[in-house]
Nanobody, 124 residues
Framework: QVQLVESGGGLVQAGGSLRLSCAAS????????MGWFRQAPGKEREFVAT????????YYADSVKGRFTIFRDNVKMTVYLQMNSLKPEDTGVYYC?????????????????WGQGTQVTVSS
């Protein structure tokens, strides 16, 4: 079992920044590839970013490349998503997810544990 708890969401103006955190417990965090996904109202959940177990490799959706950064702290068992230059289209519920193995993982079916999500709203 893995428990994932996201935090850091909120309301921000376009051009602003937010940092999301996802604290993990249960399965050894350092052996789990991690990912961030988001779901906008009325849309399907989509991939945002993923990171390998050691934190040395990352992969991003084209829509966030150059603006978002995923990183992890295996001692604190936490994965982060630094979001800069936010746009209204970044609005949605952001979920972190843990996978058993593999890289890069950009399909939600490749992840076996999910957090409850945190709301991000970007106003224009």
């Amino acid at each position: 079992q893995v428990q994932l708890v996201e935090s850091g969401g909120g309301l921000v103006q376009a051009g602003g920044s937010l940092r999301l955190s996802c604290a993990a417990s249960g399965r050894t965090f350092s052996t789990s590839p991690m990912g961030w996904f988001r779901q906008a109202p009325g849309k399907e959940r989509e991939f945002v970013a993923t990171i390998n177990t050691s934190g040395t490799r990352t992969y991003y959706a084209d829509s966030v490349k150059g603006r978002f950064t995923i990183f992890r702290d295996n001692v604190k068992m936490t994965v982060y998503l630094q979001m800069n230059s936010l746009k209204p289209e970044d609005t949605g519920v952001y979920y972190c997810a843990a996978a058993p193995t593999g890289y890069p993982l950009y399909k939600d079916s490749e992840y076996d544990y999910w957090g409850q999500g945190t709301q991000v709203t970007v106003s224009s």
